[in-house]
């Protein structure tokens, strides 16, 4: 059974940073696609930001790009998140994600089949 714990999260001033890390147990990331998504209250949960199975291709949403990092260290079995330039409507909870789903839809919640248990940002205007 796999099994995904985020950690990183808290309050920050917008204008600041954070870096949320993900860490697996259970099996390897490589080979896996990875991602990251964040749910605010009263909002849907939305994509974020995902790595390819490879490790080559990496997709994020407008409202991110430019300010987050994803990046997986396959040998600690840890995916990353770095966020810059933080802003208040960052706040949210965040999860990350993995499938050994390929190709498809990987920007969609759903065709993730394991999930961590979230971490909270929250940012300060």
């Known amino acids: 059974q796999v099994q995904l714990v985020e950690s990183g999260g808290g309050l920050v001033q917008a204008g600041g940073s954070l870096r949320l890390s993900c860490a697996a147990s259970?099996?390897?990331?490589?080979?896996?696609?990875v991602g990251w998504f964040r749910q605010a209250p009263g909002k849907e949960r939305e994509f974020v930001t995902t790595?390819?199975?490879?490790?080559?291709?990496?997709y994020y949403a407008d409202s991110v790009k430019g300010r987050f990092t994803i990046s997986r260290d396959n040998a600690e079995n840890t995916v990353y998140l770095q966020m810059n330039s933080l802003k208040p409507e960052d706040t949210a909870v965040y999860y990350c994600?993995?499938?050994?789903?390929?190709?498809?839809?990987?920007?969609?919640?759903?065709?993730?089949?394991?999930w961590g248990q979230g971490t909270q940002v929250t940012v300060s205007s």
């Open positions: 259970g099996r390897t990331f490589s080979g896996w696609t």
């Open positions: 790595n390819s199975w490879s490790g080559v291709n990496t």
């Open positions: 994600a993995a499938t050994n789903v390929r190709v498809g839809a990987i920007s969609r919640a759903y065709t993730y089949d394991y």
